[in-house]
């Protein structure tokens, strides 16, 4: 008996008006790529706000590091 993931998954997306749905192996290619560019996003995001809360502790740092020399 095969299992639901020895076999590609059916995509219906109820459209009946004339124009060919794409293919199952087509669909998840897509989908994957819109996934990898939807993370990429999120890294990048991430990564700037990373950056800049590096900044802000360093500038806090800097700051502390004035008042201690009495500048």
């Known amino acids: 008996m095969a299992s639901s993931r020895d076999s590609a998954p059916s995509f219906d997306s109820g459209d009946r ?8 192996r087509q669909t998840p290619s897509t989908i ?12 990048a995001t991430l ?6 809360e590096r900044e ?3 500038a ?3 700051r502390y590091e004035r008042l201690l020399h009495g500048e």
């Open 32 to 43: 994957y790529q819109i996934q990898i560019a939807l993370l990429r996003s999120q890294v």
């Open 60 to 62: 806090v740092v800097d």
């Open 56 to 58: 802000h502790r360093q």
């Open 47 to 52: 990564e700037t706000a990373l950056e800049q």
């Open 17 to 24: 008006s004339g124009s060919p749905s794409p293919s199952p």
